[in-house]
C-alpha cells in the first residue's frame, strides 16, 4: 500500500475529518491522562488521527471509524515509537572522588 497515496485520498480525508468530528476534536490519549490538547487551527497540523491496529498489519480496517482515534502529533509519536530517547552515554568520571 502506498503510505503517500493512502493519506492524500478524498476517502481517507472523509474519514478522517468524521473521527475528528466524533472525538470532538480532542486528543483522546490526552484526554485519558487528564490532559486537554484540542486543535488550534493554526498553519501547523496539532491533531492526527492514529489507527489503533496498525495500516501495514491490518490494510482491511483502513476505513474502519471503529479503528481510529484522534491524537495530538506529541502522543501520535509515542504511540508510534518515534524520536524515542536515546541512551546518553555514562560519564566516565561520574563515579571518582570529588574534591
Known sequence: ???KKFYKSNAWQVIRRQALKRDNYECQRCKSLG????????KHK???VHHI????DRPDLAY?????????????NY??????????KENKWAHDEKW
Open 46 to 48: 496539532t491533531l492526527d
Open 53 to 56: 491496529k496498525d495500516l501495514m
Open 64 to 76: 474502519d471509524i471503529d479503528n481510529l482515534v484522534t491524537v495530538c502529533v506529541k502522543c501520535h
Open 79 to 88: 504511540l508510534e515509537n518515534r524520536f524515542q530517547q536515546q541512551k546518553r
Open 35 to 42: 490532559r486537554v490538547t484540542v486543535d488550534n487551527h493554526n
Open 1 to 3: 500500500m502506498n503510505r
